[in-house]
């Protein structure tokens, strides 16, 4: 199995010091990301599409096996809800385009308020390329589904997991792609709790998984220690068990 681990974003100046050298320019980010860590979830797509020129800048900093997971535009997932999006997902994937064999996945990530909805599935999955990997993040219990999860796999989609946001459920490890998509969104990971997601992953039927975890300035860390794990560098140690955090607990639910 191959596991491309990395965050959601690269550019954050927070990160000098601890990642990043002190005194790095922001134009030299993504190459020594890219140096130290095999994939990066880019997020400011849903807002706005990059020009073409910035795709090959990115595509021209990093090395040949680097992987670039993007999400896509608002305009799709949360604007229209899915529905008559056809435009809009044709012109994403003419875009993405520019970044050849760097893009790994497109994500597409469900509004929490959007309730499962199997005829609305089936027809967006329908005018998504063959050619383009693709990733849907669901926000709503009502979508965790064997229904849903037979329609994902009949087009090779990945179902995104991890650890979610306040509020947000608890999606399954269900392979419904020849890959899988991890977003990990808990704000600290111990030496055992990385073991114990390498041990999950493991047992899958995956060839490749990508695994973002958070924008914090730990993150880059907990990816090089899950990295460290899988490339067999590194010994995971022993879960402990963690208390349940009360109603209402935890920070705002963010990308």
Excluded: C
């Excluded at 849907?136 to 037979?150: G, K, N, P, T």
């Excluded at 087009?155 to 608890?170: Q, S």
């Amino acid at each position: 199995m191959k596991l491309r681990a990395g965050t959601s974003g690269f550019s954050y100046s927070e990160w000098r010091g601890a990642f990043y050298p002190e005194g790095m320019p922001a134009d030299a980010m993504l190459g020594y990301y890219s140096s130290r860590l095999g994939s990066v979830e880019v997020n400011n797509t849903f807002y706005r599409m990059p020009s073409p020129a910035v795709l090959a800048g990115w595509a021209g900093a990093t090395p040949p096996e680097f992987r670039f997971a993007v999400k896509a535009s608002r305009r799709i997932t949360h604007l229209s809800k899915l529905r008559n999006v056809a435009d809009p997902v044709t012109f994403l994937a003419k875009t993405l385009s520019g970044l050849g064999a760097k893009l790994g996945v497109v994500l597409y990530q469900l509004p929490p308020v959007l309730r499962r909805d199997d005829a609305l599935l089936r027809d967006f999955l329908a005018l998504l390329p063959s050619e383009q990997r693709a990733a849907l993040e669901v926000r709503h219990a009502s979508w965790l589904d064997d229904a849903v999860y037979s329609l994902l796999r009949d087009k090779n989609v990945a179902l995104v997991a991890g650890d979610p946001e306040e509020g947000g459920p608890v999606v399954p490890l269900e392979p419904t792609a020849d890959f899988g998509y991890l977003r990990l969104r808990a704000e600290d990971y111990s030496d055992a709790d990385l073991g114990a997601w390498h041990a999950r992953l493991a047992a899958q039927p995956w060839h490749e998984v990508f695994a973002f975890f958070k924008h914090e300035t730990k993150g880059p860390e907990f990816a090089l220690r899950l990295s460290a794990l899988a490339e067999g560098r590194a010994r995971p140690g022993v879960a402990k068990p963690k208390a349940s955090p009360a109603r209402g607990s935890g920070r705002k639910r963010t990308a």
